[in-house]
């Protein structure tokens, strides 16, 4: 096999160069040929001219100044899911990752995402290597996934992680999904329960107050005491609704400026993992993410301290972050991972011992996958025990609140009619 230089244009019209191996000129344009590109010079290494070696390297110079064309805009996890699929299926088929990259671009509906993928293909062009292309949209694509193409890179196995990355991100995403189900139905809830309250206690209340102070001798006074204190709530929230839209939306905008200091996250995401019935499933899927991540890139090649750096910003709890960098510095000092996770009191004892188990079989990667699936199911579990348990509970709470202001409204009348019945 010879090397060979050529100079070719890709689908787009846009000249390219590089060298091929080939067994002769004509292998060479056919190679060039089922990579997507249409070569307009080939030649055995060092015989192309010098004049057309420099235009090449100044249109190559020229398309790298233009710098990658940076997209505006969120991507949703969902959709880079389904370009990793499809573009780990377009690699394992045999298509060049430019050409799939091209490919995708063309065919991607959503405009955020066909931009960063257009952008992606002319980095690759141009020469960068596809996690240094992914590298220039840190806002799109994290450590995690740009290590993983890396190491996959390095090894040769581009398919094979990005296949990998797909399944992570399905199963990442599913778990989101059942923890966001599972906290959406009691915020529904309250906010529905808040809203009657709130109706209640400032138009239907006052019209009542103002039949019952007509119709009970000796007005508020005489009035029964559940009564009085609805009314008087009623009259607090009227008069003072503003303030007290004013001090809920000041509490809000405090708690997410008080989170986005170092001390007030840290603060916040240990309560989070303490709150009852929705702390344990908060932890569980902590945990979940934690093995699931870190098994990933240490099963795709990467080194373990650069796994564990990787899963430490992508644990997306500050408690959970501090552990793990324990974990790391502890593994760096060629120390096991079993010590550090036990004192952190977070991970399950259940964890420990498979990841013990896992370092002394030399399959700690597997094992930790394992932990993931493991922990997937228990948060499935969890989300559907804590749905069934939380929508008895917030009705009778409703019930409850609607009941007592009900109650209040009727004690007087039933007062009223008794007297009118003697």
């Known amino acids: 096999m010879a090397k060979f230089e050529y100079i070719a244009l890709n689908a787009k019209g846009e000249e390219t160069a590089g060298t091929v191996d080939a067994g002769n000129r004509d ?77 995708l671009g063309n065919q991607e509906p959503n405009p955020v995402l066909r931009s960063t993928v257009n952008s992606l293909a002319d980095s690759v062009q141009t020469g960068s290597t596809f996690s240094e292309s992914l590298a220039q949209h840190p806002k799109i694509f994290n450590k995690l996934y740009v290590n993983m193409v890396k190491a996959g890179e390095l090894g040769g196995v581009l398919e094979l992680v990005l296949n990998r990355l797909a399944e992570y991100q399905e199963k990442a995403q599913k778990l989101k999904n059942k923890i966001v189900s599972a906290m959406t139905y009691p915020v529904i809830v309250v906010v529905i329960a808040m809203g009657i309250v709130v109706f209640l206690l400032t138009y239907i209340v006052p019209k009542f107050t103002d039949i019952f102070e007509s119709m009970v001798s000796g007005g508020k006074d005489a009035m029964p005491a559940l009564t009085k204190a609805v009314i008087g709530a009623s009259d607090f929230v009227k008069g003072n609704l503003h303030i007290i839209l004013g001090a809920g939306a000041g509490l809000w905008f405090g708690s997410k400026a008080y989170a986005a200091t170092k001390g007030g996250r840290r603060t916040i995401d240990k309560l989070v993992l303490k ?37 430490r910003d992508t644990a997306g709890n500050q408690t959970v972050s501090e552990a793990i960098m324990k974990i790391h510095d502890a593994v ?91």
């Open 275 to 311: 709150i009852p019935l929705f702390g344990s499933v908060l932890l569980k899927s902590s945990v979940a993410r934690f093995s699931r991540t870190l098994g990933t890139l240490v099963t795709s090649g990467v080194p373990i301290l650069q796994a564990l750096n990787i899963t």
């Open 27 to 103: 292998d060479a344009s056919a190679k060039l040929k089922g990579m997507g590109l249409f070569p307009t010079q080939v030649a055995p290494e060092g015989q192309l001219t010098a004049a057309v070696k420099q235009k090449s390297k100044i249109a190559k110079r020229r398309q790298a100044s233009k710098g990658p064309k940076k997209a505006k805009g969120k991507i949703k996890g969902k959709n880079l899911m389904i370009f990793t699929r499809q573009l780990a299926t377009l690699i394992d088929s045999g298509l060049p990752l430019l050409r799939g990259l091209t490919v």
């Open 332 to 422: 760096k000092e060629g120390e096991s991972m079993v010590a550090p996770m036990t004192a952190s009191k977070i991970f399950p004892a259940m964890v420990i011992s498979m990841v013990e188990v896992g370092e002394e079989t030399g399959q700690l990667p597997e094992m930790l996958l394992k932990i993931a699936d493991v922990y997937d199911d228990e948060v499935d579990n969890s989300v559907t025990a804590l749905t069934s348990l939380l929508e008895p509970i917030m009705i009778v709470v409703l019930a409850v609140i609607v009941a007592v202001i009900v109650l209040a409204l009727f004690q007087p009348l039933i007062t009223v009619i008794t007297k009118f019945q003697a």
